[in-house]
């Protein structure tokens, strides 16, 4: 990509710097400015605690031949696009730039509270197993032609998708779409063959303000459908059910999932023990041993069931492999103690997954159940209280420990934990800030038949300690971490 076909792309003039000639090839983007290196366009981006215009300077020392940013009037010794929104400029300058990687895919957004995760794992390992090459982009990783690499964010900017995706001989792409990455531009230019809709429930509301507005941040991914496009939405969900109204108004095909005899895949009925789960598909039964567990699971599998077959898969091998899917590593592992206890790990961060995975293990415990979690720092403080009557609620004993601590010092989360104990004073709660202790404590006065569920930080093996100003990596910063 040239310098002249930028002020073209983003429809604006050139600002500052027009002795530059504007035939020079642009080298690489970035909106990092420690990345930038010879040629490089740098998009300066205002973040929640950073401001990339502050790094304009450094991004053209490392040799920046352009810069894109949203403050008028800089004075600045290269060309200069003065936007709207960088944010959006910088999904727009990146497909150019990698040549639209994301337009000959069938393309899979997958958005809601909870969920995300375990839906795109099951539905990457259906169409895997039955012939068609499937990258993901999600929380726990990336993969691209069969290779995993790390994470950040759950949604990565478009940048980043296309960087990698350049390379991709995948046919399909299925994307986790976070709400903060829909009203922060990230997927801007992506046009989706599918997205579904898990379900929507308390979170981040320190970001989004109110449900309403959280609801219409993960609205915005089902009008980025291409003409074709459908929607898969599970209508058990309120705003689910919500969205598959709005869009039947807007002649929007849906498919909807759930428990209601007019769901397109209805959940005809799901028992534990033994694991079986019917599924209803139009007129057909159709019977499902799953090996994950958990009736919220039943909900992830039924979206996954659905799109596959939309896409085309045959519907026993759809079913083969969904009985074969294992799961996702911290969404409810199951780990069995030396004294006959077991030991559950997930990934619950919200209210709504709290309850799921409290009452799967509730449905089989005959024993005691220890529930042990935390609180993130720096996180929607306003679930706590939900979050631990929930606790208190489905388990015999819960402990509240230390979770990630983040820019809150642990003496500040220490009384945050005792506060809330003696503020809402249940009888079986206590605290024991180390979290090691915590579970130590918790494994040894199990017994057999005891269930011990630790909740918050599923697969991570690390503990963010408490770091003032947080030093995450710039891109976190200024991409608003809390997704
Ligand atoms: P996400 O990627 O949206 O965070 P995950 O699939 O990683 O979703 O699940 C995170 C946690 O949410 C799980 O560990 C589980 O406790 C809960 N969960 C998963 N699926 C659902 C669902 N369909 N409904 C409610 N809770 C769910």
Redesign the pocket.
Known sequence: MKLHELGHILDIEMEAGSLINTETWITGISYRSQEVKEGYLFVAIKGHQKDGHQYITQAIENGACAVIGEEENLDIPVPYFCVGNSRRALSLVSDHYYNFPTHDKIIIGVT?????????SLLRNILEENGFSCALF???KNIINGVSYTTVN?TPTLLEINRLLAGSEDEVLII?VSSHALTQHRVDGILFDYALF??L?HDHLDYHGSMENYFSAKKKLFSMLKKNGKAIV?TDDYWGEILADELSAQGIPAITVGENKQSDVKLERYTFEPRKLLLKDREEIIPVKPFIY?Y??M??IAMAYGTARQIGVDMEATIRSIEQFKG?E???TVIFTHRGSKVAI?????P???F??LNTVREQCDGKLIHLFGFRGDRDSTKREEMISISSELSDQYILTFDDLNSVSSEVMKNTLVEIQEKYGYHNGRVIMDRTKAIEDAVASAREKDWIVI?GK?LEKYQQKYQHPVQNDEEAVLFLGSE
Request: with cysteine.
């Open positions: 809601g509270t909870n969920g995300k995760t375990t839906t795109s999600g929380s726990t759950t986790e898990t379900n429930s599970n958990g919220h699971n909900y992830n996702v911290g969404r409810f997930d990934y619950a961060h919200t709504d997954a709290l799921h995975c909740t599923g």
